[in-house]
């Protein structure tokens, strides 16, 4: 072996951090995955209700994230939404730690659709579907359900910074023919996939950074939002979804809610085109989110990059 391709061979190695951080969520997964479902969302809620006393900092923004969102609101307020906010992600984290056991049946005991025809209709279009999501209620749960009803689809990830853990985390996503589209790939896949008619899920509720980013409204308030969803559905004529899945106390089941298909428009002007569609977008999460205010991830610095010559928020 040629000195490079050592050297090659020893950056790909897992460092000792990366195999101790895998080892931690290996662990947790089969511990909690092997419980009944509800001593894990126990013991899920628990690790949230942990995670709320003693993340000050994500705490911080999440107050400061209900503040912009709904400034006449009372701190109190705002302190018992974000306390549920993590009690959810709590749950979430057992729901994906049991995600392996679940089968069709199984997950249908405490998850239906609502609105399934609205996604099926666009589908059957052919030209694809985007659906339009974002961190609210059990976002890594709803995939994963559609999938296991026989409705297999591809999602926009992130890469996980420790390469173990996001070959595992994809591995459990992906046990029912999902697929994973990594963001470093995101144009050409998104495209071919349309192409094909396929459905790909779109997290688009993160702060973003200019050019991949335009500014539009979010809770009053400019965000800088990711506009490829926008330009592939005007480039394609794929047809855009909402789709979330949320909790509902009454009935003490995950819903998982299509709504209706949003218009797109596709002028000569295709940048204009590209700021109006997602402005269209992030209103349609918006409206989601204040039905369910406690069920989004207001932790993250959703409005971190500012306009030019703005002051930050944070």
Known sequence: MSEATEKEQALLAPSVRERLEFAVV???????????????????????????AGLKRLRKVGMRNLELAYPGQAAGLREKTLRTVYRNLGWLLA?????????????????????????LRARDKGRGVLVLTGHLGAWELSSFYHSLMGYPMGMVIRRLDNPLVDRFVNRIRCLH?????HKDDFARGLIASMRAGETVGILM??????????????FGVEACTASGMARVAARTGAAVVPGFLLWEEAEQKYVLRFGEEVPVTATDDAEQDAVTNTAAFTAVIEAYIRQYPDQWLWMHRR??????????IY
Not at 26 to 52: D, E, H, I, N, Y
Not at 177 to 181: A, K, L, Q, S
């Open 177 to 181: 023919g999902n697929r994973v589209i």
């Open 26 to 52: 290996w662990t947790m997964v089969r511990l909690l995955g092997a419980l009944p479902r509800g001593l894990a969302r126990l013991l899920g809620a628990g690790v949230g209700w942990l995670a709320f």
């Open 95 to 119: 729901e994906f730690c049991l995600m392996p056991q679940y089968s069709a049946k199984r997950a249908s005991e405490f998850i239906r659709y609502d609105g399934l025809e609205n996604y």
């Open 205 to 218: 509720d993160t702060n973003m950074t200019p050019p991949q980013g335009v500014f539009v409204p979010f």
């Open 303 to 312: 409005w971190k990059t500012r306009p030019p010559g703005e002051k930050g």
